[in-house]
């Protein structure tokens, strides 16, 4: 979930020791694979929800749709832009964040509103999602240059640990609180 070895940190440091700190380059890029890999899956499902609408409005059987191909950019870049700047309005990471343990948060900290999500996407496109990893990468404060341009950060934080509290079957099926 973490820089597997973080050069400021070393070998065998407390997970929990990385909270609120910047993520580096190897997590934020095993995140981008992750939702690089949820983008691509999630086309294809777009593509075939849209033939079943078609499908539906004609009352045919429905079938994956033959679109011009200017057509079918479009719908995979707002796939792509919605997927990005929608996770982080709503919940503040992807879920190639979610599983690497990090989110995206103002400098301050606070959660990032709509109008920054919007423009920390539209400058990942602009630099074709390769600028800024390589600025990530040579950058000593861990910022790329959509995190510069839209004031915003990627810090370690996992959720939240689970409760002690063993939930099971009571009398007669009902769910209730078991002794330990």
């Given amino acids: 979930m973490s820089d ?5 940190l070393g070998p065998g440091t407390d997970l929990d020791s990385l909270q609120g700190q910047r993520a580096g380059f190897v997590t934020r ?11 691509v899956a999630g086309y294809p499902a777009i593509m075939w929800g849209i033939g079943v609408l078609i499908g539906l409005v004609r009352f045919e059987q429905p079938q994956y749709p033959e679109l011009p191909d200017g057509l079918e950019l479009s719908i995979s870049a707002a796939w792509t832009w919605c997927y990005f700047a929608g996770s982080w309005y709503a919940v503040g990471r992807t879920v190639g964040q979610a599983v690497m343990g990090v989110r995206v948060v103002g400098r301050g900290r606070f959660r990032v509103g709509l109008v920054r999500s919007l423009l920390r996407t539209w400058v990942m496109f602009l630099t074709l999602f390769v600028v800024g990893p390589v600025w990530l990468l ?3 404060s861990r910022l790329a240059i959509h995190d510069r341009v839209a004031r915003t950060q ?4 996992r959720s939240r640990k689970r409760s002690d509290l063993r939930v ?3 009398p007669g099926g009902t769910a209730g609180p078991q002794p330990k």
Avoid: H, N, P
């Fill in 4 to 8: 597997l070895v973080s050069d400021r």
């Fill in 29 to 39: 890029a095993a995140a981008f694979v992750i939702d690089f890999l949820v983008v």
């Fill in 138 to 140: 040579l950058s000593t």
């Fill in 154 to 157: 990627v810090i370690y934080e």
């Fill in 168 to 170: 099971g079957l009571g």
